[in-house]
């Protein structure tokens, strides 16, 4: 059974132990108990986000709910085989952050923070899926660790009819060489994906939270002239 996220949310989203009948349940206590589970460096929080408009007299702290904590390999997975993907919540905001900072500006882990931000246009459902799994992926695993890693604090996929947008949240918005490394990176991260290739090309800005405005911009890559028949 898959996550469901109604209008309002329901208590008890994140709630995966409950997902599975009795049999299956017994299951995989027996299979999860013979090995050990791997360890992430940091606990990263799952939360929900209903925008303004699809919930009846909630305030935004009614409408952002922290539903699933996790710490290992294995638990990433098991929230994210019982969550529904991106593309089927329409107007719903995926946020995944290190536990102890909520996925909103107002936070101090933010105070000097911004975002790299990547607005998708005519993406397939299942891009956008496989987009938001391989970011995830890239966050758990530490795949900015090398380039000012410790900046990164998580992701939001916002789902929308027109366009959707993915935002890689920093906590730091001073340091250029950084900012900009984590952002050629995090370009690099969702042009992996399949069928998503074209991404490396696409313009990225980064909107710093104090200025409320943009401060870099990542241009598209440098397209070298063609020079067949001019070497042998």
Known sequence: MAVEIGNP????????????DDADEGDVKDSTSLAPKHELQHHWCLWVHQRPGTQ?????????RMVHEFGTVEDF????????????LEHVDYSLFKKGVTPA?????????????????????????????????ALIG???IDIGGTLVCGAIVSVRSRASKIALWLSQAKDEKKVMAIGREYRNV????????DLATKELTFEDFKKQAVTFVL???QTQEA???VFQ
Do not use: N
């Not at 949310?9 to 599975?20: C, I, K, M």
């Not at 009846?56 to 952002?64: E, F, H, M, P, R």
């Not at 997975?77 to 089927?88: A, L, R, V």
């Open 227 to 229: 020079t067949a028949g």
């Open 219 to 221: 241009s598209r890559p």
């Open 56 to 64: 009846k007299d909630g305030a935004w702290g009614d409408t952002q």
């Open 105 to 137: 500006w107002e936070d101090p882990a933010f105070k000097g923070g911004g975002r790299w931000v990547i607005k998708l246009e005519k993406v397939k459902a299942q891009s956008l899926d496989d987009l938001w799994l391989s970011l995830c992926l």
């Open 142 to 144: 530490e795949a900015f």
């Open 190 to 197: 969702l042009a992996s994906t399949p069928c998503l290739s």
């Open 9 to 20: 949310l329901p208590d008890g989203l994140g709630d995966t132990s409950e997902r599975t």
């Open 77 to 88: 997975w098991c929230m994210f085989h019982y969550s529904y993907p991106p593309s089927k």
